[in-house]
């Protein structure tokens, strides 16, 4: 981000994960729908900064770290380099950035920060007792807590986790949150579409309306944290230091000029369960240092197994690479934003991943591109013909891309319907499955007129062409399928890099040039094998 420029980068980020744990698919649905966003919005042509992390302070990291004997530092350290990093790499996340919040960078602006506020007299010394859920980093109300049943029988739980809650008594230092309820809402009332789905935004409006309590933002109790610059004996809660990674991985404090070409985050991703952190906490620390909000924050359900959400507690948590290593990393990155509405809840099953794959991958998008790179090969020696006898039916093909293109970059682009888009192009791969299905180019080969030998080359032209946009649209999500496509159509060799090629501009028509040597690659979506057993 060196060579800045006067545009403001595209700026996405997903949440900044806990290590006390490996990722599971659900940290995993997060940062693939934030790759696809942050890969999109570059093939439109923008500068986008895509920034993830780790969170690696509080008492849940603590905890794990003590359990597995070992001290937090090396626990975390541990975590990063052999189960994050090495996920994203092997999901194809194009990140920009990847922010741990124990790095100097990030724990010398948090003071900073901590001391603005302290000085402004936003910060003030209090006591407190209440119940706190470890798991979630947060004192809960009691509303919020449901009454266990089993072997937590006669215990208080959050709902969220399950888990018990333990009553704390701290002196703490404070943050002056109820004195932001009425800035916030009238932020939410100018910018209707800041909150994410509606459901999410009338939740956190009826929050805040019922009035906030303000914000214990240190702890005295244990020491893993950042020090709270005036008091030692305090640490900073870990999430007003966590969430602070959003400014201080683009140069708050340090770097005038990077942070000014990036912050605020046009899109903040996250789980819905930390939704208030990021649409309460968060913009309310910016305004009290006088900083600008975010664009958006989106919040999307919760992956269920068994109508249980994902998570180790309850022993539904699954690799993401037990499914890659049966379906593939693409297949993966595609099936989870076609298959649930970003926003909602959604049920994941094995049965359901194979069904898809093989109906809508192996199907009818895989088996498309076979077809026509083997009857290019068949018929035209592998040398893609010139269309010289379009006709209505060609027409619709053209106004059927320009419909995906229009409607996948909406949705993708804009308005965060992962599903709602890749299903424009899916519905465009069918249209042209049908078109090859009603012309028949197999047995308008069996003619060897001049007009049939031009009709001919017209349908294969028009269906690798199609392809071609096809290319383009679904690389975004799935970057190594893509690339193959583009590879078997000779599109590098004329058109230039994929990873180039605009999203907005895949409808316009006749890129691919007659004369590309087209080859039959290896299958795209190659026959599952049966599933493991476990």
Known sequence: ????????????????????????????????????????????????????????????????????????????????????????????????????????????????????????????????EGPYCVHCEEYKLPGELIDGEGEFAG???????????????????????????????????AHPGFIQPESARNEVVNFVRQGLRDLSISRSTFAWGVQVPWDPQHVIYVWFDA????????????????????????????????????????????????????????????????????SKSNLTGIKPQDLTSHFGVDAYRWYFLRAIAFGQDGSFSWEDFTARY??????????????????????FDGTLPEATADGEAEQAIREGLMKAVTESDHRIGDALDFQGGILAVFDFVKQVNGYLTEQEPWKVAKDDSPEARARLATILYTAAESLRAVAVLLNPVMPETSQKLWDSLGAEASLG??????????????????????????????????????
């Open 155 to 189: 215990q208080k739980l959050c709902a969220i986790h399950r888990r018990p809650v333990e009553i704390l008594s701290e002196e703490n230092y404070f943050f002056k949150l109820s004195e932001y309820g009425d800035r916030l809402l009238a932020h939410y009332a």
């Open 497 to 534: 890099a994929l990873a180039d090629q605009r999203v907005q501009e895949a409808a316009d028509w006749g890129k691919l040039p007659a004369g590309s040597t087209v080859t039959k690659g290896a299958v795209l979506f190659p026959r599952l094998e049966e599933k493991p057993t476990a």
């Open 358 to 379: 093989t109906s809508e991958l192996a199907n009818d998008y895989g088996n498309l591109a076979s077809r026509v790179a083997a009857m290019v090969g068949r018929y």
């Open 243 to 310: 969430l602070l990674n959003y400014a201080t991985a683009v140069g708050y404090n340090e770097n005038q000029e990077k942070f000014e070409a990036a912050f605020p985050a046009d899109v903040h991703l996250v789980g819905k369960d930390i939704l208030r952190f990021h649409a309460v906490i968060w913009p309310a620390m910016l305004m009290a240092q006088g900083l600008p909000l975010p664009g958006k924050v989106a919040a999307n359900g919760w992956l269920l197994v068994g109508g249980e959400k994902m």
């Open 1 to 128: 981000m060196d060579d800045m420029d006067d545009v403001k980068a595209y700026y996405v980020t997903t949440p900044i994960y806990y290590v006390n744990d490996a990722p599971h698919l659900g940290h995993a649905y997060t940062t693939v729908a934030a790759d696809v966003l942050a890969r999109w919005h570059r093939q439109r042509g923008e500068r986008v900064w895509f920034l993830t992390g780790t969170d690696e302070h509080g008492q849940k990291v603590l905890r794990a770290a003590e359990a597995n004997g070992v001290p937090p530092q090396e626990w975390a350290d541990k975590l990063v380099d052999e189960s994050w990093r090495p996920l994203w790499e092997h999901l194809e996340i194009s990140n920009d950035d990847f922010l741990r919040t124990t790095q100097k960078r990030h724990t010398d602006r948090v003071q900073e920060f901590v001391q603005g506020l302290h000085d402004k007299g936003d910060i003030y010394k209090g006591g407190y």
